[in-house]
Nanobody
Framework: QVQLVESGGGLVQAGGSLRLSCAAS????????MGWFRQSPGKEREFVAR????????YYADSVKGRFTISSDVAKNTLYLQMNSLKPEDTAVYYC????????????????WGQGTQVTVSS
């Protein structure tokens, strides 16, 4: 069982930046994927970005490409999401996910989830 704990959310003005962190309780399997998702009230959970844990290959949703950067620190078992040029439409609860055995954007393919951290972008 892998426990994930997100941190770094908060309130920021449009155009600002935030950095989310996700600490994993145990070593993440090298051949698996970790990712970030987000969910706004009344909307389905939405894929944001993923990373192949051991290799570092990344993939982004079109809505965040060029503004967000996903990265990992294998030694610290920690996943990051650097969010720049934030927009009001980025407002959501952001979730860290782990344990996907393939490259995927589907939430159902990720086995482990954090509790989420709120990101609010004011206009």
């Amino acid at each position: 069982q892998v426990q994930l704990v997100e941190s770094g959310g908060g309130l920021v003005q449009a155009g600002g930046s935030l950095r989310l962190s996700c600490a994993a309780s145990t070593r993440t399997a090298g051949n698996s994927y970790m990712g970030w998702f987000r969910q706004s009230p009344g909307k389905e959970r939405e894929f944001v970005a993923r990373i192949w844990w051991s290799i570092g290959y990344t993939y982004y949703a079109d809505s965040v490409k060029g503004r967000f950067t996903i990265s990992s620190d294998v030694a610290k078992n920690t996943l990051y999401l650097q969010m720049n040029s934030l927009k009001p439409e980025d407002t959501a609860v952001y979730y860290c996910a782990a344990g996907a055995p393939m490259s995927t954007t589907r939430a159902s393919d990720y086995r482990y989830w954090g509790q989420g951290t709120q990101v609010t972008v004011s206009s």
